[in-house]
């Protein structure tokens, strides 16, 4: 079994930061990848950033690039978000998800089977 919870969240003003973390407990994490996913109210979970065990690879919505980070630390089993000039539309209650299957590309929700009790980011404009 594994155990993710996400911490970070807040109420930002836009163009403001944020950093979210995931810290994992439950098995070894460092071979596995992770993934980031939001949800906004009334809206479908979305796909944000994802990260290979290695780190090598992070992949990125479109709405977020150039502006979020991820990355790893696989000696504290944490995984982190880094969220730069934030924008309203960032708004939504953040996932971190461990990654089970390979299906799929790292943006493919389905892969994913164990997920944190999520962090709600809020941005005002």
């Known amino acids: 079994q594994v155990q993710l919870v996400e911490s970070g969240g807040g109420l930002v003003q836009a163009g403001g930061s944020l950093r979210l973390s995931c810290a994992a407990s439950g098995r070894t994490f460092s071979s596995y990848a992770m993934g980031w996913f939001r949800q906004a109210p009334g809206k479908e979970r979305e796909f944000v950033a994802a990260i290979t065990w290695s780190g090598n690879t992070t992949p990125y919505a479109d709405s977020v690039k150039g502006r979020f980070t991820i990355s790893r630390d696989n000696a504290k089993n944490t995984v982190y978000l880094q969220m730069n000039s934030l924008k309203p539309e960032d708004t939504a209650v953040y996932y971190c998800?461990?990654?089970?299957?390979?299906?799929?590309?790292?943006?493919?929700?389905?892969?994913?089977?164990?997920w944190g009790q999520g962090t709600q980011v809020t941005v005002s404009s």
């Open positions: 998800a461990d990654r089970i299957f390979n299906h799929g590309s790292l943006a493919t929700i389905g892969d994913y089977g164990y």
